[in-house]
């Protein structure tokens, strides 16, 4: 099964075109205007395993904001569409990531039922223009379009920018395990027989 998608979505804040291959083998080639997110969705690519190609346009000069929650209605959708049914899939995935002096576990299970928990350390101080904080909105909107309940929990850190990576890597790893087929698995993983 060809597990792809292609979304173009047109607002008056963005205007985003993607491509997602859920089986792919980490090619990434992102332009969202802001630095710091593409690396960011990079990470989450190479670390999936998935290619995406995306392109953002968005009213930048207002504040990240619109973009970033876009991107993440976008992959959301994209992840949705490329899952199809979600039949034979192994449905929850966790990833758990060092990043020098942080540490980051993230759990998803593609249960379509959205829920974002987002837990960071206490210490965190958002200065920058990308931000811990502004990351939220995007898993936020990812969880929401992409039917997934996603759990986000940095046990400790200090560089939000290295928080920041091991978050991104660990989904990417908890995505994979989870959009991985199971041979033993006819419909989808469930005792109600639907997600």
Not at 134 to 152: I, Q, T
């Amino acid at each position: 099964m060809d597990r792809t998608a292609k979304i173009d979505r047109t607002t008056k804040e963005t205007a985003i075109e993607a491509e997602f291959k859920i089986d792919g083998s980490g090619k990434a080639d992102i332009s969202t205007g802001i630095g710091f997110f593409d690396h960011m969705l990079t990470l989450l690519t190479v670390h999936g395993f998935f290619d995406l190609t995306l392109r953002a346009r968005g009213d930048l000069e207002v504040d990240f904001h619109h973009t970033v929650e876009d991107v993440g209605i976008v992959m959301g959708q994209l992840l949705a569409q490329a899952l199809g049914t979600r039949e034979g899939i192994c449905r929850y995935g966790s990833g758990s990531v060092p990043m020098d002096e942080a540490f980051s576990r993230v759990n998803v299970d593609l249960s379509n039922r959205p829920y974002l928990v987002y837990n960071l350390p206490s210490t965190i101080r958002s200065k920058g223009p990308f931000d811990a904080y502004l990351a939220k909105e995007f898993f936020r909107a990812f969880s929401v379009h992409g039917g997934l309940n996603l759990h986000v929990n940095v046990d400790y850190g200090e560089n939000e920018h290295h928080i920041l990576e091991s978050v991104f890597k660990a989904l990417g790893r908890a995505l994979n395990a989870a959009c991985m087929h199971h041979a033993g698995l006819g419909g989808v993983l469930s005792s109600k027989g639907t997600l």
